[in-house]
Nanobody, 116 residues
Framework: QVQLVESGGGLVQPGGSLRLSCAAAGNIFRIAVLGWYRQAPGKQRELVARITNSGATNYADSVKGRFTISRDNAKNTVYLQMSSLKPEDTAVYYC??????????WGQGTQVTVSS
């Protein structure tokens, strides 16, 4: 079993920045693909960014150039640096760790609200 704990969400003005963190307890972090997803009210959960165990990344078109995902295997932590935030980025953000079809874990979510 792997526990994921997100932090760093909050209220920020449009154009501002936030950094989300997700700390994992478990010994499969290094081999896992890590992702950040988000779910806005009334919408489906969507992929925001993903990073493989070799460091390859991919992003949703809506966040390219504004968000950066990174991982620190020594700290078992994945980050999402969010800049130039827009009101449409408002959502609950979830961390995901997937090491296999049966090792697929989610955090509890952290609220990000972009509003003036």
């Amino acid at each position: 079993q792997v526990q994921l704990v997100e932090s760093g969400g909050g209220l920020v003005q449009p154009g501002g920045s936030l950094r989300l963190s997700c700390a994992a307890a478990g010994n499969i972090f290094r081999i896992a693909v890590l992702g950040w997803y988000r779910q806005a009210p009334g919408k489906q959960r969507e992929l925001v960014a993903r990073i493989t165990n070799s460091g390859a990344t991919n992003y949703a078109d809506s966040v390219k150039g504004r968000f950066t995902i990174s991982r620190d295997n020594a700290k078992n932590t994945v980050y999402l640096q969010m800049s130039s935030l827009k009101p449409e980025d408002t959502a609950v953000y979830y961390c995901n760790l997937k090491a296999s079809s049966w090792a697929d874990y989610w955090g509890q979510g952290t609220q990000v609200t972009v509003s003036s």
